[in-house]
């Protein structure tokens, strides 16, 4: 099977971050543990076709309207805003983001605009929210979009496990 990753393939790796994956953080995923491996294999699969790697990370002010609906985390300038380690190292472009979806309020169309980009391969949590969102938003722009599914968690399997075939449904995202 041929690689889904082109030069104009950009693999987004969404809300990897210390607040979301490390062990009791304000916002812990504890799957998220479970991809951070795979996350990595695939930035150098991506990297090796000549695709691009962006980063699309929660970064809040102190007060967002967010945090009253979820705890105050990924504080932007702050250690729980960051790339987990093990991913960190690998960053390339990186997108600040204050809701669900990668698009909304953020640069990342005209970023992948710059970068020739008509491919999206969408990696990291949470499968239901930040990557369901981003997708929408993706296919509603006319990205072809593709789903890492070893590469994605959420909170609960059955979440996960809708989020992807929704996604499939209505986006035509593919699982890869």
Not at 89 to 108: A, I
Request: aromatic share 8%; net charge negative; glycine share 6%.
């Amino acid at each position: 099977m041929a690689s889904i990753y082109t030069p104009q393939t950009a693999f987004l790796v969404i809300d990897m971050l210390n607040d979301f994956v490390l062990e009791s953080a304000p916002l812990e995923v504890p799957a998220a543990r479970g991809i951070v491996n795979n996350i990595a294999s695939a930035i150098s699969e991506a990297k090796q076709a000549g695709a691009k790697v962006v980063y699309v990370c929660d970064a809040h002010d102190p007060e967002d309207k967010e945090f009253s609906e979820w705890p105050k985390h990924c504080v932007r300038g702050t250690p729980g805003a960051q790339v987990v380690e093990g991913l960190r190292h690998q960053q390339d472009v990186l997108v600040e983001k204050t809701r669900y979806s990668g698009f909304f309020g953020t640069n990342l169309e005209e970023v992948l605009r710059r970068l020739g980009v008509n491919t999206l391969v969408l990696g990291g949590i949470l499968t239901d929210i930040c990557i369901y969102f981003t997708a929408a938003d993706a296919y509603m722009r006319g990205y072809r979009v593709a789903v890492l599914t070893e590469g994605v968690a959420a909170l609960s399997l059955e979440d996960h496990q809708w989020a992807l075939r929704q996604m499939e449904r209505l986006f035509n995202a593919t699982p890869v």
